[in-house]
């Protein structure tokens, strides 16, 4: 079984940087999830799926899984694609676009 290692992005909910830095150690499933006749819920018997092991740089989180001989698969972080920008932009005299109130 193959675990990810990679730095999960931030939720859009996030404003702040913290616990923005740490990695996460989860598996990849083995089987894919099965529906329960009775309920109709997903349902799994895959228990490594549940496992998620945090760290905090890749480096650690690499000797972990060549310690432990856990075949691995690293991901490394993307950076978003924004432009910083303040409120008070809005408001420039040389903004670009047209005012629209």
């Known amino acids: ?3 990810r290692i990679y730095c ?4 859009a909910m ?3 940087t913290a616990k923005t830095g740490r990695w996460l150690l989860e ?3 083995e089987r894919p999830r099965e529906i329960e006749p009775l309920m109709g819920w997903t349902s799994s018997s895959d228990m ?3 496992l998620k092991l945090w760290f905090d740089s890749a480096d650690e989180a690499v ?3 060549e310690r432990n001989g856990i075949p691995y698969r690293l991901e490394q972080p993307h950076e978003p694609k924004r ?3 303040a409120y008070s932009d809005n408001f420039r005299f040389n903004r670009v676009g047209q005012w629209t109130h």
């Open 1 to 3: 079984m193959t675990a």
């Open 8 to 11: 999960p992005a931030r939720t």
């Open 14 to 16: 996030q404003s702040g």
């Open 27 to 29: 598996y990849e499933p």
């Open 48 to 50: 490594k799926s549940q």
């Open 63 to 65: 000797a972990y899984a």
């Open 83 to 85: 432009r910083p920008m």
